[in-house]
């Protein structure tokens, strides 16, 4: 689902949404902007819970200010809203699942799209393209264990919060920086309207 200008509607989502989506979200705005995708990102815990001090400073050491972030209780309208789920790791697919089993096909964690994404042809990808692959020879084994997961960084020491924040800046960089719009994709009317904050 694409919002009024045709732009694809992605979604970052990880267990509390303070750490690993929030930093897909600002550092996929601050890379490329918003004018071939919108991001957002959200979670499965409390609402209105600030991102970590640790992690503040390790996303302002990048130029991106975290300190307006405050977390988005996932749910089926902000799942709908999406036309692409990109999960930090594979639990978070399966919760997404249980909340909306439907949204398995525009579902996917993040480290997986990134190596379908880089085994693509050269040149733009859309949404429908990625989820093509995704979906091709889908195995939900694959989806078990551990493989596609970012490490949490919560409460753990500042090196861990930098190898984070690098991993989730080279896997956004991989991914975001190759989906653009579909070509002429305007919405039909009535769609629902992504979150906004």
Not at 20 to 36: D, I, V, W
Not at 85 to 92: C, I, Y
Not at 101 to 116: D, G, H, R
Not at 142 to 161: A, E
Request: include cysteine; proline fraction near 8%; hydrophobic fraction near 35%.
């Amino acid at each position: 689902m694409t919002d009024r200008s045709g732009r694809n509607r992605i979604l970052f989502v990880c267990t509390a949404n303070i750490c690993r989506s929030p930093t897909a979200e600002l550092l996929a705005r601050s890379r490329f902007g918003e004018e071939q995708n919108v991001y957002r990102s959200a979670g499965f815990l409390d609402p209105d819970q600030p991102v970590p001090p640790d992690l503040v400073r390790v996303l302002g050491e990048k130029g991106v200010d975290a300190t307006a972030h405050r977390s988005y209780r996932l749910d089926e309208s902000s799942i709908d809203a999406a036309n692409l789920l990109l999960t930090m790791e594979s639990s978070h697919l399966q919760r997404v699942t249980t909340i909306r089993p439907e949204a398995l096909a525009k579902t996917v964690p993040l480290k997986e799209a990134a190596s379908l994404v880089v085994h693509l042809p050269p040149g733009p990808v859309t949404v429908e393209d990625l989820l093509a692959e995704v979906n091709r020879d889908r195995d939900p084994r694959s989806y078990l264990g551990s493989q596609w997961d970012v490490d949490d960084p919560y409460g753990r020491r500042m090196k861990v919060y930098r190898k984070a924040v690098d991993e989730i800046d080279q896997l956004v960089a991989t991914v975001a920086g190759r989906l653009v719009k579909p070509a002429g994709g305007a919405p039909s009317a009535g769609q629902p309207s992504a979150r906004s904050r």
